[in-house]
């Protein structure tokens, strides 16, 4: 197996070498924040934006990224170069630092990991996934953080009921999925997804790219759980899956659209915007 190396404690080291200070907040409370970009032929996928979103996360959690997001893109740049994993992902965590008491912010570290990955299909998946409802609104929702405490909790359950993710939902209406963000086709052909209480995804951010572009309707609101059930379809997005179809929400069942379908036409959108 080949050598991965990663970035922590100002170097690039192998990632063995590397680690976080047990008295990092990270570490003592689960204070963090984190992003997580797509690598393809060696190519970092959207990193402007993914870049744009880490720091608009530091901001919101008093966290100070000490260097400059051009700086980020060359560490980002001479891991890849380094590692040379041309399918891959990289994380960019901000941990929020070593604090003497275990609990005041103090100088974050910068941790960078890049992780093998499959090279995503071309043409969108044809077996759905099926989403189980669980009522829960995620803290300071728009800061993509590293808890993922009740996403993880929840496993056992939503296994037990045949779910293969979950779908939060908070006074009726629906926010997101733990991983990824949630839309819906209405019966008229509208494109829907959430506008609050959600991490809005880079994958998201370019579907509504795509629909613009190409005049499809398009509303960002709020959604209640018995509209999403009687949607034309359902899928859900992420900059590692692209677009996910739903074949089920709770007891309701989705048909699957099949090439025709409108997210099939936005897939091939998204194709065209990582060449």
């Not at 009921?161 to 979950?166: E, F, K, L, N, T």
């Not at 506008?195 to 190409?214: D, P, Q, S, W």
Request: proline share 5%; net charge neutral.
């Amino acid at each position: 197996m080949k050598p991965i190396y990663c970035f922590a404690q100002n170097q690039i080291s192998l990632i063995e070498n590397a680690g976080v200070p047990v008295g990092d907040l990270l570490v003592q409370r689960g204070y963090g924040i984190f992003d997580y970009l797509r690598v393809a032929n060696n190519k970092p996928l959207f990193i402007e934006a993914h870049l744009d979103r880490l720091f608009n996360s530091a901001k919101i959690m008093r966290l100070t990224i000490t260097q400059s997001k051009e700086e980020l893109k060359k560490i980002v740049g001479e891991l890849i170069e380094k590692n040379n994993i041309p399918f891959s992902g990289i994380r960019l965590i901000i941990a929020g630092g070593d604090a003497p008491d275990g609990y005041t912010i103090t100088a974050p570290h910068l941790i960078i990991i890049q992780q093998p990955l499959e090279a995503p299909p071309t043409q969108m998946a044809t077996k759905g996934i099926h989403l189980v409802s669980h009522f829960y609104q995620r803290q300071l929702a728009e800061v993509k953080t590293t808890d993922y405490l009740m996403a993880v909790y929840l496993q056992p359950w939503m296994k037990s009921v045949g779910g293969d993710d979950i779908l939060y939902y908070n006074n009726d209406s629906v926010s997101e999925c733990p991983r990824s963000n949630i839309f819906m086709i209405s019966q008229d052909n509208t494109i829907v997804t959430p506008a609050n209480n959600m991490l809005k995804g880079i994958t998201r951010k370019n579907i509504i790219t795509v629909a613009e572009a190409h005049h499809l309707k398009l509303e960002q609101r709020d959604i209640s759980l018995s509209e999403m059930k009687k949607a034309k379809e359902v899928f859900i997005t992420s900059s590692t899956k692209r677009i996910t179809p739903v074949s089920g929400l709770d007891d309701q069942k989705f048909s699957l659209e099949g090439s025709n379908s409108i997210s099939a036409q936005i897939f091939g959108h998204l194709l065209a915007l990582e060449n």
